[in-house]
């Protein structure tokens, strides 16, 4: 009996002993794991402190991080090629990147420039001429001979061109890819179908959105129309997927952010399409001022106004593709502007002097004055900084 007394006394103090050691480690383990969370906890409040620093930093000034000599030639015309410039007169074009090398040249006499700009991709034509050059920020993609006279032109980034052609009282729209192939036509009468006033191809150049212009018993209307060109637009007659008419509307801009979105303005509303491969029925704001200018990226649209306050002289409405059930955010400024685009959060304002910079949740983030005149400015890729295109240079600025 001893024994076995014995026997349970130290198995007892066995357990009890492994008991408490399993208590130690579980302790232990607690220990530890809060000493991670309370590391994880201050390491995460101070990037947000940081960060919430960074995001209401307003900067004052700006730093001339690079410079490259460039001239200014007589009757020339800049535009934004993504991140790149594109240069232009009746004598030819260029392409010029960020760093201020020269990617491309090419020479044309073309009098009346017709013009078509997305993302990176540029088409350039003659009104009445039936040449089209088309190229991107990186290199010269081809040349098209239409077999009749141009009036528009639209080009996306995946290197087809679709171009409004007239033949007397009967207008083509025609699909080229860079290499001058026709690939798709359609054949409208201006009495039946209206006149093309606008139109805008998808960066994949699957889709092409064209708005006419008609007359119906005395009534102006236009017409928002989409075709498909890939396996869906196929099975439909005319490619046609999706049309839609409005009363008394003109619609002058139309423009596809991304494969599946499309924009179009009038001059009553904004309307937003979605749909990869047939436009659905659009999301649709209205507003009764005259827009005096749009703007817009893959996400974004912005169109301004005149403000309908005392205050500020202008009005922008942001809307947000993304998110289609929200209502436009609203700023005001008070400049004069000579362009306004969105870049890396932000959107920003500029005229020849001045520039101001503002968040997407309103923050004013930079508004001051340039050192020289300036021609263009753009994006140069890093958050706050910017290329300023001058007479004589092309300047990298960072905010501080």
Known sequence: MADIRSYMKEKEKRERKQENYRVKIAR????????????????????????????????????????????????????????????YSKDGAHCTDIKGNVVWNQTFEIQDVRLAVSGNAVALGEYNGRSIYIANSEKLLGEISTTMPIRELAVCEAGYVAAVLTDSDITWVNRYDSSGELKNEGRTHVDDSGYPMALSLSPNGELLGVAYLYVDAGVLMTRMAFYNFGPV????????????????????????????????????????????????????????????????????????????????????????????????????????????????????????????????????????????????????????????????????????
């Open 28 to 87: 232990h383990k607690m220990a530890f794991l809060t000493r991670i969370l309370l590391a994880a906890a201050v390491l995460i409040a101070v990037v947000l402190f940081f960060y919430i620093q960074y995001e209401r930093h307003v900067y004052t000034d700006y730093d001339i991080v690079a410079s490259v000599e460039s001239d200014s030639i007589s009757g020339t015309t800049d535009v934004r090629l993504k991140n790149a410039l594109l240069t």
């Open 233 to 400: 637009g196929s099975n439909v007659s005319d490619r046609l997927v999706s049309t839609w008419s409005y009363t008394d509307m003109l619609i002058p801009y139309v423009r596809f952010l991304d494969d599946d979105t499309a924009v179009a303005v009038g001059d009553s509303r904004l309307m937003i399409y979605s749909g990869s491969h047939v436009p659905g029925s659009p999301v649709e704001h209205m507003f009764d001022r005259e827009i005096q200018s749009v703007f817009c990226d893959d996400r974004y649209v912005g169109l301004v106004f005149y403000s309908d306050n005392s205050e500020n002289r202008y009005q922008v409405n942001i809307y947000d593709t993304e998110n289609l059930s929200s209502q436009a955010k609203v700023f005001y400024f008070d400049m004069d502007y000579t362009d306004i685009f969105f870049g890396n959060g932000n959107f920003v304002i500029y005229n020849e002097t001045e520039c101001q910079v503002i968040t997407m949740d309103g923050v004013e983030k930079f508004h001051g004055n340039f050192a020289k005149p300036v021609r263009m400015m753009l994006s140069a890729g890093s958050r706050y900084r910017y290329l300023l295109v001058t007479d004589d240079s092309m300047d990298t600025i960072q905010l501080k």
